[in-house]
């Protein structure tokens, strides 16, 4: 099969190549998809460039993938030979957090792309159960429900943002929809970005820039990280919530003690998602509540999807087709 494998840590050029590999052969309980779409996420330029240490390539990379099931190991149905999936995270079922309902948080917890090969290429091989069934979208839209979507979803259920003043910190692949899930959940939305691009399109969906000098935000959405979640905190008002959720470049930061205490903040870590927060997200776009924003690439452009998304030239998800 074709498939894009990081072969070391560093730039996209030097990182990423387009290789043939060997098809998966399906062990007992696993399933062959064969990659419909798969997304470009801002933790697979941190993946790429080296900051988690359980990586080792060479692996091909990515987590986020639509598909149809084409081949099943012993003790799979058959009968589940051409149903479209979506993928999610894999993990033990029976830990401390999943027994709790964080299969998120789960302590066994393997990431497709990371510790195993992922979706950038024509086939993936899962355990059945980490392929989930559903019906009636495009694979490039659904794909947005695998992680974007969902990482939205999910990060919204910490905070009630009904008729708060929100900034959304970074118009990015997930910031994009935080924007657009915040709106639709009744709030007064900003966004921050420099991007005249992004800024366009928000605006389009009724989404506007955050004035300059506009501050006290009820909430916060920081999808950013070390370069701005100080100012993050600046911007909440007393008593405000700051939630963080991306960290695209994998730095560290300096935070003030006296900032969180002084002004009473609370700080909220948001870590990805469960597979039903992908069905809820599947459902927000069925019923056309959320606009897909997307670009495409070629499979075999990876390293230009890289490169695209690292100068925050690309508008939604960057997605991939085999
Ligand atoms: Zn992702
Ligand atoms: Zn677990």
Sequence with gaps: ??????????????????????????GP?????????????GRDLVVRKGAFPHVKPPIVPGHEGVGRIVDVGPGVEK????????????????CEYCKRGLENLCKNAELLGESRNGTYAEYVLVPAK????????????AVVATCPLSTAVYALRHVDVEGKKVLVVGAGGTGIYIAQLAK????EVYVSTRSPDKARVLKELGINTAPEGEKDFD??????????LERSLKL???????????????EKTLLSPALVILR??????????????????????????????????????????????????VIGRAILVP
């Excluded at 072969?7 to 030097?14: R, T």
């Excluded at 639709?184 to 709030?187: D, F």
Aim: one cysteine or more; aromatic letters at 8%; a negative charge.
């Design 184 to 187: 639709i959940r009744g709030a």
């Design 219 to 228: 909430i916060v959405v920081d999808t950013v990280g070390s370069p701005t």
């Design 130 to 141: 980490f392929a989930h069934p559903f019906h009636g979208l495009d694979p490039r839209v």
């Design 1 to 26: 099969m074709k498939a894009v494998q990081l072969v070391k840590f560093g730039e996209p050029a030097e990182a990423l190549k387009f290789v043939d590999l060997p098809d998966p052969v399906p």
């Design 236 to 250: 909440a008002k007393r008593s405000g919530s700051v939630l963080v959720i991306g960290n695209v470049t994998g």
């Design 79 to 94: 009968d589940t030979i051409g149903e479209r999936v979506f993928l999610s995270g894999i993990y033990d079922g029976t």
């Design 264 to 313: 009473q903040l609370k700080i909220i870590g948001s870590m990805a998602f469960r597979p039903w927060d992908i069905y809820e997200a599947l459902d927000i776009l069925k019923r056309g509540l959320v606009k897909p924003l997307y670009t495409e690439y070629k499979l075999q452009d990876a390293v230009r999807a890289h490169e695209d998304m690292e100068r925050g030239a």
């Design 29 to 41: 309980g696993d399933v062959v998809v064969k990659i419909e779409a798969a997304g470009v996420c």
